[in-house]
């Protein structure tokens, strides 16, 4: 009986992917749950309002409806594959994502087997794209990132020890914290490198190492879920040192965790609320008629970067379906090397190993009273 | 140096404190089934959570701290009614794998209902605020954990000594058919291990979250392992042996965690060699090592196998 | 289990029948493989299925045939995927995979199959190592203790100071995967899809090899500790040497089941290896009928992929296993294989029927 039921099941799933008439289907590839989720899900929120804000695009001459598939990827390397396969298998022409590197590098191979074309959201480790030829992005990348934090860490908050804390096996940590270390060690600086387990809750003891140190900075580019976990511990501990952060850290949910504490934090980013006023009025108003996606976006209409991407990404995929003329995926490979797109984060072009031509990040600051974000400074390498 | 080491020792002691009371629960339930109760960490998870939704549908924190605790006991009663008392005669292996199939739906239930996303746990006043002892700032909780988990074990040890009820379970313990031919109520002592240990694990959930802030549907996996290593540890079905090894592992895990920056000041190291990454691993090692030379723990008794 | 011992006999019709039957899914896939297209869900499922099938029967010649409670499945997973990782990334990649090891320290690349069988070398020397200490161990002792192992092996790994072969904690890629099985044609185009029919041969090949390893000798005296230890030594059975041998060809195939793990998902990271992942086998393994090799893990695997998908599947898939664990304690198929099935529809099984119950 069993196995009848799983032969059904097989068939459904076989025939689901019958494609329909009019419709073009954009995959996105987020972690919806484990420790990204939170991330995930913001970056999900920009696509949905893009997707709600244009629900049509004109291919070749026809109108089509724009479907927006998901999967769920876990946050987990091991997932991702069979996530990336269903997207495969649903016949989607291009597909947007993920937050975070690890599961982006994890199911790259499945969709350049298939020939899809993906277009990296915020994943910034450069592995992601390196060597691929169907992996796009359109953030920065962290040897760009690294510099401007190693920087930020030496010159203007003035540290000379920087205790590097990391969770072990995620590749946006750990790639990440390469790239500041060693132009940190360049300019003089001392860092000390430290990595967790997964699902490590405690990190009383970690925050104790960075004092014993001596580290004047704690830098943490880890996921949504530890970096609350540090913020609050270090604030119970009071510690003495600034927190700095990656992109990741870039969101409401982390920022809320200082408030009402002495905790400094500072992190880089894509954007920072108040640069597109239209953008910002629109996206709020969405959220506030929208209960789900309130609570996705972690209760409150503070715009994390991550979902202006997110939104930069949709139209980025529909500008190469028009250049395209075509729902192929390999027509839309072809043809994103070529794409150009003026996004609310700023202008979008990619070079030859497919990443945005980006030369400036954000820094921004968490203010501790409101628990909202504080614009410092836009950071540029030359 | 003692400046150095001593964060450490407090934030094991602190640990150490909870995964006694998590440890007690296996540690009974061992001792009366012969059976590692692998659900016990997602029950304890699992109380994380209904607190979370308690306090978020409005129930005021002094009601909630109570109904968790009651709640958590029942969802213990329950599950051994359910998933183990039917297999009582079955051999082990099913009973351990029915456990590990209460774990899986346990965290599979929370997975659904949460979605997968962090919840965060509310504040409870005063033993969230931040305190100075010794030189070393840390939360109210982390000294008050190590204090109540010694006043409960206090109590659980004269419950057990000098009750009607502690003898029973002390007779159920030591032969099964025996005590039942004598007039014990088999299911109903263990019954009431079960709520013991739930309990405990409710109070451990409570201390444990109010420190690290975020319940996932993981979160009860590697605290309820580490009991687990600490019961086997201390000589599994003895209470005492069960609260000692608690500490010792949490204590041992948190200066592991701190190893490298201790050795370098020691001048032994001359650099950092990325030891914390052995923090989880070191318990293992620990029962590893236990289980070989002294196969029943510091303070278990000697079993014979019955033929 | 009896029933085993009677079937010394020589090769019976239902022997050949199932036999058949095995060929027909092999040649029913191949067939699949040429004319469905390569990106549909039911290559993932199969794949997928492939691999978790062996990894369950290897996981059931210690568990359900030896009586060994072991739940350190995933570390010898863990050293097969890596093995075979390391020694077949292509030389020109290491580069970039290495790319904060400076390239690693292994410089050579030995041809998939060679790897494989060396992931299994492997992960049976660290099965004999641990072994050492462990298998003296009591049934939940050895659980837990075998566990512990996998954590510490995940550890290991893991450690920074490893770096140059393991890659610390990140990922290893670019190694060939499952996709390389294909032939590809002189225009550069696939001629003939493999793909999932290759994974599907190998892990049919080392189920026989355990299937064969099962019936013989050695594999009765397993049954024979698992069913009362005391009573086996009394008759002669060497306990040590038997259970550690039945370990290692466990953590051997696991090895080899890790390594098809790491083609399935084109990279390996040692994080993936946790206690969840021996305990979904450990559930497969259960709803598959403790003590039976053609619990048809396969289908398991069937359910697997489409229940994963979304929190509310994978409730009812852990209440399914509720549900067997509590009322069907043998699982789906009890200790009964696909030819004594057969026998039991040709009515020449009822004795024997009768000796399962």
């Not at chain 2, 039917?86 to 456990?99: D, E, G, K």
């Not at chain 3, 050293?79 to 970039?96: C, E, K, L, N, W």
């Not at chain 3, 390239?103 to 998939?112: A, D, E, M, T």
């Not at chain 3, 512990?148 to 190694?175: C, H, Y």
Request: glycine residues 10%; neutral net charge.
């Amino acid at each position: 009986m069993k196995k009848v039921l799983a032969i059904v099941l097989a068939m459904m799933l076989v025939l689901s992917a019958a494609a329909m008439a009019e419709t073009v289907k954009i995959g996105v590839f987020e972690p919806a749950s484990g420790d990204n989720g939170a991330g995930g899900k913001q970056e999900i929120l920009g696509m949905q309002y893009a997707n709600k804000e244009t629900p049509t695009v004109e291919i070749g001459g026809t109108t089509y409806d724009v479907e927006l598939v998901y999967a769920d990827n876990g946050s987990d390397t091991t997932k991702a594959p069979s996530a990336a396969s269903s997207l495969v298998d649903a016949g989607v022409s291009v597909v947007l994502g993920s937050y975070g590197s690890g599961v982006s590098i994890a199911g790259s191979d499945i969709f350049k087997n298939a020939g899809i074309p993906v277009i990296g959201v915020t994943c910034t480790n450069p592995q992601v794209t390196e060597g691929n030829t169907h992996y796009f992005r359109i953030c920065f990348t962290d040897p760009f990132q690294g510099p401007v934090l190693a920087n930020y860490a030496y010159n203007t908050l003035g540290a000379t020890t920087v205790y590097c804390l990391g969770e072990l096996g995620n590749d946006y940590d750990q790639g990440l914290i390469k790239y500041f270390v060693d132009p940190f060690t360049a300019l003089g600086g001392t860092p000390i490198q430290e990595s967790f387990p997964t699902g490590t809750s405690d990190f009383t003891s970690y925050l104790t190492n960075a004092a014993n140190y001596g580290a004047q900075v704690l830098f943490c580019p880890v996921s949504i879920a530890y970096a609350t976990q540090i913020i609050q511990q270090a604030a119970s501990q009071g510690v003495g040192f600034t927190l700095l952060g990656g992109d990741t850290l870039d969101s409401n949910v982390v920022a809320e965790a200082t408030k009402g504490t002495k905790v400094e934090l500072t992190v880089t980013t894509f954007y920072q609320e108040g640069a597109n006023p239209d953008f910002d009025a629109g996206f709020k108003a969405w959220l506030n008629e929208d209960s789900e996606a309130l609570t996705n976006n972690g209760g409150n209409d503070i715009i994390s970067a991550v979902s202006i991407m997110g939104y930069d990404a949709y139209y980025t995929a529909l500008e190469a379906l028009k250049a395209a003329g075509s729902t192929a995926p390999a027509d839309v490979m072809a043809t994103l090397p070529s794409v150009v797109y003026d996004g609310v984060s700023g202008h979008i072009e990619f070079n030859e190993t497919g990443d945005a031509k980006r030369d400036s990040a954000v820094v921004k600051k968490a203010n501790t009273e409101t628990g909202d974000w504080e614009f410092v400074t836009t950071q540029t390498v030359e | 140096m003692w400046n150095t080491v001593f964060p450490y020792i407090l934030s094991g002691i602190s640990v150490g404190g909870q995964y006694a009371l998590i440890a007690i629960g296996y540690t009974m339930v061992y001792g009366i089934l012969r059976l590692i109760n692998f659900a016990h960490g997602d029950v304890f998870m699992v109380a994380g959570i209904i607190m979370v939704y308690m306090a978020a549908s409005g129930v005021p924190l002094w009601l909630c701290i109570p109904l968790v605790l009651v709640l958590t006991a029942l969802i213990g009663f329950v599950i051994e009614r359910v998933a183990y008392k039917p297999l009582r005669n079955a051999p082990r292996m099913s009973a351990m794998i029915s456990a590990i199939g209460v774990s899986y739906t346990l965290q599979n239930l929370v997975l659904y209902i949460t979605g997968g996303l962090n919840q965060l746990y509310p504040t409870i006043p005063w033993i969230s605020d931040s305190m100075t002892i010794f030189g070393a700032t840390t939360k109210v909780v982390t000294v008050v954990t190590p204090i109540l988990t010694i006043v409960l074990v206090v109590a659980l040890v004269q419950l057990i000594n000098h009750t009607k009820i502690g003898m029973a379970m002390r007779a159920v313990s030591r032969d099964f058919e025996t005590s039942q031919l004598m007039g014990i109520k088999i299911n109903n002592v263990i019954s009431i291990t079960f709520v013991i240990g739930t309990f405990l694990a409710g109070v451990a959930s409570i201390l444990y979250f109010t420190n690290y802030t975020t319940v996932i549907q993981t979160s009860g996996a590697m605290p309820g392992l580490k009991a687990f290593v600490a019961a086997v540890f201390g000589g599994i079905g003895s209470i005492p042996g069960a609260v000692v090894g608690a500490f010792i592992i949490g204590i041992a895990e948190n200066i592991i965690k701190g190893l490298d920056i201790i050795l370098f000041k020691l001048g032994v190291t001359s650099g950092p060699m990325g030891l914390a990454t052995f923090s989880d691993a070191f318990t293992f090692a620990l029962l590893i090592v236990i289980l070989a030379v002294k196969p029943t723990g510091l303070f278990g008794e000697k079993i014979t196998d019955k033929v | 289990m009896s029933n085993m011992i009677s079937q010394k006999k020589k090769v019976d019709s239902a022997t050949i029948i199932s036999a058949v039957i095995v060929a027909c899914v092999y040649i029913a896939v191949f067939i699949a493989e040429q004319t469905i297209a390569p990106t549909s869900m039911l290559f993932t499922v199969l794949k997928k299925g492939a691999t978790y099938a062996l990894v369950a029967v290897s996981m059931n010649l210690l568990n359900g045939f030896t009586g060994i409670f072991s739940l350190g499945q995933a570390g010898f997973m863990l050293i097969g995927a890596y093995t075979y990782g390391i020694f077949t990334i292509p030389v020109d990649q290491r580069m970039s995979v290495y790319q904060y090891y400076n390239g690693g320290v292994v410089q050579f690349v030995l041809p998939w199959f060679v790897a494989m069988l060396l992931a299994g070398l492997i992960a049976a020397f660290f099965a004999f190592l641990i072994g050492m200490p462990v298998l003296r161990l009591k049934s939940d002792y050895l659980a837990i203790a075998t566990l512990g192992f996998a954590e510490i092996i995940r550890a290991v790994f893991q450690w920074d100071k490893l770096g140059p072969v393991t890659n610390g904690s990140n990922m290893l890629r670019l190694f060939p995967s499952f996709n390389d099985f294909n032939i590809v044609g002189a225009d550069g185009r696939v001629s003939v899809y493999l793909s999932t029919l290759v994974p599907m041969l190998i892990a049919g090949l080392c189920i026989g090899v355990i299937i064969l390893l099962i019936n013989s000798t050695f594999g009765r005296a397993l049954k024979a500790i698992k069913d009362d230890e005391i009573a086996a030594e009394a008759m002669g059975i060497r306990l040590a040497s038997h259970k550690r041998l039945a370990f290692c060809v466990s953590s051997f195939f696991a090895g080899v089941g890790g390594a098809m793990l790491a083609m399935y998902q084109t990279t390996v990271q040692a994080k993936g290896f946790t206690t969840a992942m021996t305990y979904e086998i450990l559930l497969i393994v259960v709803i598959g009928g403790i003590g039976s090799v053609t619990g048809r893990k396969q289908m398991i695997g069937n359910f697997e992929v489409p229940l994963l998908r979304n929190g509310f599947r994978l409730v009812v898939f852990s209440i399914i296993i509720m549900i067997v664990v509590l009322f069907f304690r043998r699982g789906i198929m009890g200790t009964k294989e696909l030819p004594d099935l057969i026998r039991q529809w040709q009515g020449r099984g009822k004795e024997k029927g009768a000796q399962v119950k």
